[in-house]
């Protein structure tokens, strides 16, 4: 089965800045799109990027715009997610997932890594 795990997690003040990694343990990104989203306390889970097998096409919530940006490399088989001038607001649980074409809906990724934890102090 395909696992992908996220690292890169922690605590930092406000207006730092992570760099977020999601690898695949078996298999291949190079033909799927992957996507990141969040779980912030007591809200429900929200999109954040996705970028498409190539890495040609990208989308973003309009939230992180200019802040976030998702890249892949597929030699090593692992998504990022860099994380400038982040907010408290970003404090969540970040997941990645692959799916089979770019989509801001989580129903259409089949498969999620176990999440890392994103905390940002004011």
């Known amino acids: 089965q395909v696992r992908l795990v996220e690292s890169g997690g922690g605590l930092v003040q406000a207006g730092g800045s992570l760099r977020l990694s999601c690898a695949a343990s078996?298999?291949?990104?190079?033909?799927?799109?992957v996507g990141w989203f969040r779980r912030a306390p007591e809200k429900e889970r929200e999109f954040v990027a996705t970028?498409?097998?190539?890495?040609?096409?990208?989308a973003y919530a309009n939230s992180v715009k200019g802040r976030f940006t998702i890249s892949r490399d597929n030699a090593k088989n692992t998504v990022y997610l860099q994380m400038n001038s982040l907010k408290p607001e970003d404090t969540a649980v970040y997941y990645c997932?692959?799916?089979?074409?770019?989509?801001?809906?989580?129903?259409?990724?089949?498969?999620w890594g176990q999440g890392t934890q994103v905390t940002v102090s004011s």
């Open positions: 997932a692959r799916g089979t074409y770019v989509s801001v809906a989580p129903a259409s990724y089949l498969y």
């Open positions: 078996r298999g291949t990104f190079s033909s799927y799109a």
């Open positions: 970028i498409g097998g190539s890495g040609i096409t990208t």
